[in-house]
């Protein structure tokens, strides 16, 4: 028991480090390049957790599972693109752009992470894995995600 709770922390950790990794790409100022990047990012962070969790990771099918959660809460997609794209508006559109990119895909990232470390620990792969049925987890874990972005930051000043 002592070696899964291990594992889960351990998981915890690094969906944490990579939330903080996309916050930083999403202030990128270059309109849909950060959305490539946060995606390569995501990725990456769903091949670290099945290496954790001794998961076949298949490239193709880690992008299309990724996609489909997001597609599904097609507002969260469609609100990535458009706050990238409002990065093209010069000052006020550079400035929102960046912020609202960093804040979503950061939360985004976070609860991608926390649904397949939930997945992965109940013995799921990514053969079996349903975003449909995790939908309304991982909105969940969105809201999670964004106050893990406060906590992250708390007694920073500006």
Same mark, same amino acid.
């Given at each position: 028991?002592?070696?899964?709770?291990? %594992?889960?922390?351990?998981? @915890?950790?690094?969906?944490?480090?990579?939330?903080?990794?996309? &916050?930083?790409?999403?202030?990128?100022?270059?309109?849909?390049?950060?959305?490539?990047?946060? #995606?390569?990012?995501? &990725?990456?962070?769903?091949? *670290?957790?099945?290496?954790?969790?001794?998961?076949?990771?298949?490239?193709? @099918?880690? %992008?299309?599972?990724?996609?489909?959660?997001?597609?599904? !809460?097609?507002?969260? #997609?469609? #609100?990535?693109?458009?706050?990238?794209?409002?990065? #093209?508006?010069?000052?006020?559109?550079?400035?929102?752009?960046?912020?609202?990119?960093? &804040?979503?895909?950061?939360?985004?990232?976070?609860?991608? *992470?926390?649904?397949?470390?939930?997945?992965?620990?109940? !013995?799921?792969?990514?053969?079996?894995?349903?975003?449909?049925?995790? @939908?309304?987890?991982?909105?969940?874990?969105?809201?999670? *995600?964004?106050?893990?972005?406060? %906590?992250?930051?708390? *007694?920073?000043?500006?």
């Amino acid at each position: 028991m002592v070696e899964k709770n291990t %594992k889960t922390e351990e998981a @915890r950790q690094m969906v944490k480090k990579y939330m903080l990794i996309v &916050l930083g790409v999403g202030l990128l100022p270059f309109p849909l390049v950060d959305v490539v990047a946060i #995606s390569g990012i995501q &990725l990456k962070m769903l091949h *670290g957790l099945a290496k954790l969790y001794d998961i076949e990771f298949v490239k193709h @099918r880690g %992008k299309s599972l990724i996609a489909s959660l997001l597609g599904g !809460g097609a507002t969260v #997609s469609l #609100s990535y693109n458009v706050a990238s794209v409002t990065k #093209s508006v010069p000052v006020f559109g550079q400035v929102t752009g960046m912020v609202s990119t960093s &804040l979503l895909a950061g939360a985004s990232t976070y609860a991608i *992470g926390q649904v397949f470390i939930q997945h992965f620990e109940s !013995g799921g792969t990514f053969l079996n894995f349903d975003p449909q049925k995790v @939908r309304e987890h991982y909105l969940q874990h969105m809201e999670d *995600g964004k106050a893990e972005i406060k %906590k992250s930051f708390a *007694g920073i000043k500006p």
